[in-house]
Structure formats: C-alpha cells, structure tokens
C-alpha cells in the first residue's frame, strides 16, 4: 500500500503527498492549492518534490503550482483543460499518469460533473479523487449534469472495495448529517458518525476512506439502492426514472441543506 500524508490548506482542504516506495524521501503531490504549507511539510520532513499532479483547475487545487515549480522544476500532471497551466503531461481517460521520479503510475480516469475536465488518479490501491467523490458525499455539479456526475460517481464505485479514497476536503462529518437525514436507519452510518466524531474531536483526518465503507454510507454512491430512491422520491415528491434522476434530487437537496 501507498504511503500518503495529508497536508492540510486553507479551512477544509487536503493536499496528498505520496512517497515513492523505493525512495520514500521522495513525493508527488497531489492537488497543491497553496504551496506554503507544501513547502513548510516538505522542509520538516527532509522530502523532496518529484510530481505535481492535479485533478481539476479550481484554485484551491492549483493555486500552489507556480510556486512550487519556482522551487522545484518537476512534471506537472494533469487533464487536458487550459484553464491549467505548468502542464508537462496531460492525461486523458484511461491513460496512464506515468511518474518515473517516482517509479509509479496512476490510471487516469474522466470523472466529469463537478467540472467537465475534472480527473482521477486511481492505482495502488488508492483512488486521489478530487472534489468528485468525498467521503459520505460528493462535490458539487458545477459543471456537468447530475447524468454525468452520476456516471462518474458509478464507475469510481466500480473499482476495488478496498481502495483508499482520498479526497480533496474535510467534509465528512457535515456529509453524515446530510446521508443520516436521507436514510436514518443506515447503521454503517450511525457508526462511522460516531467514528468521524471522535477524530475530528481529537482533531485528526477522517480520510483516507475505503470505497466498500462508501459503497455502504455514501447516499450518492447509493442512488440504486430502494431506501435512497425512496427518500429522494418523497423529498421531490414525484416518481423518479431512474439513478441519475435520484442523484439530480439528492444533489439539489444538499445544496441547500443545513
Ligand atoms: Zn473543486
């Protein structure tokens, strides 16, 4: 398994850096919206910046990649979208994010919804997602269709149950409170709230998550599933067709859940 340290940025963001197995003073990091905090990581922990890697172009993914390369002049991987610059190597669906700094590389997987270039790096066990799929919920449909988001959030559903989630923000507790309402009686929910309670009490990270936890809290990756359809229908009030059409309803409904 990868080894992974969070670094956190602004109020809420994780920024991912990855060691190298064969040598773990080196790391890529993923999603640097800040480069201070990168930098202040990397300096007390004696590593060294070898990738850059990027899964969609909001600025508080990007907003520390010049900095960085002022720093360090490394790869810069991400999807094809100019509304990213410093790219050295875009990557496109189903390409591989190749990073021979570090001896590793990433499937990468078109994720659309959140935003239309919005990608994944999935390899090793571990899925670097973005703001496409958080834990017990899921980014916001800025860009594309609930259709797509829904497509995009089934297939990173398909991959292994043991992968390791890690996701672009600190949003789980707020999630739960959001799955709990539509489906109070999930008991994998009730108990990974008390879970999530106790690290955020304590201050510390609820990610990585695994996709089989997921695949039972997360009411978006749930759509297909009769208790969830049923809370969306009773919420819109209306039959619903089918899973993209009851994603569309839970999505509308935690935009304006508090
Ligand atoms: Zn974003």
Redesign the pocket.
């Known amino acids: 398994m990868l080894r992974v340290r969070p670094v956190r940025a602004f109020a809420d963001n994780y920024i991912w850096l990855i060691h190298a197995p064969s040598r773990p003073a080196c790391v890529a990091v993923v999603d640097p919206g800040d480069a201070a905090p990168v930098i202040a990581e990397l300096k007390s922990a004696g590593l060294q910046l070898g990738a850059i890697l990027v ?4 600025p ?2 990007i907003g520390g990649v010049a900095d960085l390369l002022r720093a360090a002049p490394v790869p810069v991987v991400g999807p094809d979208d100019d509304r990213i610059p410093d790219r050295t190597l875009t990557v496109r669906d189903g390409a591989l994010a190749e990073l021979p700094e570090l001896g590793l590389a990433f499937k990468t997987l078109h994720i659309p919804g ?2 239309l270039s ?1 990608i994944a790096f999935w390899g090793h066990d571990s899925l670097f997602c ?2 496409t799929l958080f834990s017990a919920g899921c ?2 449909t ?1 860009e594309g269709t609930a259709q797509q988001m829904n497509s995009s959030l089934e297939r990173l559903r398909s991959l292994p149950p043991r992968t390791q989630v890690f996701c ?1 923000h600190e949003y789980t507790a707020a999630n739960l409170r959001f799955a709990l309402t539509v489906e109070p009686d999930n008991a994998d929910a009730l108990a990974y709230q008390q879970t999530v309670a106790k690290l955020r009490a304590e201050d510390r990270p609820t990610l990585p998550s695994e996709l089989a936890l997921e695949a039972r809290v997360n009411p978006f990756l749930r759509c297909d599933t009769p208790a969830v359809r049923r809370a969306a229908e009773r919420h819109a009030g209306a039959t619903l067709a089918d899973a993209a059409q009851v994603f569309g309803v839970l999505r509308a409904w935690k935009d304006t859940f508090r």
């Not at 899964?55 to 909001?58: C, D, E, G, K, R």
């Open positions: 899964t969609h172009h909001h508080d993914h959140h935003t919005h973005g703001d980014g916001r800025f672009g």
